[in-house]
């Protein structure tokens, strides 16, 4: 059964059209939840972690929300430079130390 | 400009061969992961350290890999024989601990013919 769920897999957004990016998973005992942007051919690169529902954190134009079964990226009024992947990871007590990530949005933002 | 550093960044091998990833950690991470990526799995867990000692391995194909840090600047990841199922990215990353941000290094795209 898988841990965490990315959708959707791929999305297109004209320049300044807000949407919402869904990770929803199935762990209990959440330590924390991990938000990274993936530019291809690189490393992924770390945006947030949120560690309780209904936590909440901001950076320029993307918002973070979690809630007992899922989490939010908002990505407000985006433009061309946000096009990446967006990768979502979870981390919890009943696993160990294991480390799960979605496997992605692909978020291509069209000006 | 702080960065975790990978070598080599690409390797081509034939099934069988013995490939080494090195990685050398930010200055001061005391975490020290490695991540591998490919199409169809995506990004997986394969081996966490802390302070140079292994704290989580289950990710791993044991019969074949091997993860170890001889010292704080270096973490290594050995892959005896490969395969061409273990194509893929194979990334590192350091932080100061596993609930705080990950850093990424470029990768070492490995293919196995």
């Known amino acids: 059964e898988d841990q965490v769920t990315q959708s959707p897999e791929a999305l297109r957004l004209q320049e300044g059209e807000s949407s919402s990016l869904n990770c929803s998973y199935t762990?209990?005992?959440?330590?924390?939840l991990f938000w990274y942007r993936q530019d291809p051919g690189k490393g992924p690169e770390f945006l947030f972690t949120l560690y309780s529902a209904g936590e909440e954190k901001e950076k320029e134009r993307l918002k973070a929300t979690l809630t007992k079964k899922e989490s939010f990226l908002h990505i407000t009024a985006p433009k061309p430079e946000d096009s990446a992947t967006y990768l979502c990871a979870v981390q919890a007590h009943i696993t160990g130390n294991q480390f799960y990530f979605g496997t992605g949005t692909s978020l291509t933002v069209i000006p | 400009d702080a960065r975790v550093t990978q070598t080599p960044r690409d390797k081509v091998t034939e099934m069988g061969q013995e490939v080494t990833m090195r990685c050398q950690p930010i200055l001061g991470h005391n975490t020290v992961f490695w991540y591998r990526q490919t199409m169809m799995q995506g990004l997986e867990l394969l081996a966490y350290?802390?302070?140079?000692?292994?704290?989580?391995d289950s990710g791993m194909p044991k019969d074949r890999f091997s993860a170890e840090m001889p010292d704080a600047t270096l973490a290594t990841l050995k892959i005896q024989p490969s395969e061409p199922r273990d194509s893929a990215v194979y990334f590192c990353?350091?932080?100061?601990?596993?609930?705080?941000?990950?850093?990424f290094g470029p990768g070492t795209r490995l293919t196995v013919l």
């Open positions: 990353a350091s932080g100061l601990n596993q609930l705080n941000e990950q850093f």
């Open positions: 762990v209990s005992g959440l330590r924390g």
């Open positions: 350290f802390r302070n140079r000692a292994p704290l989580d």
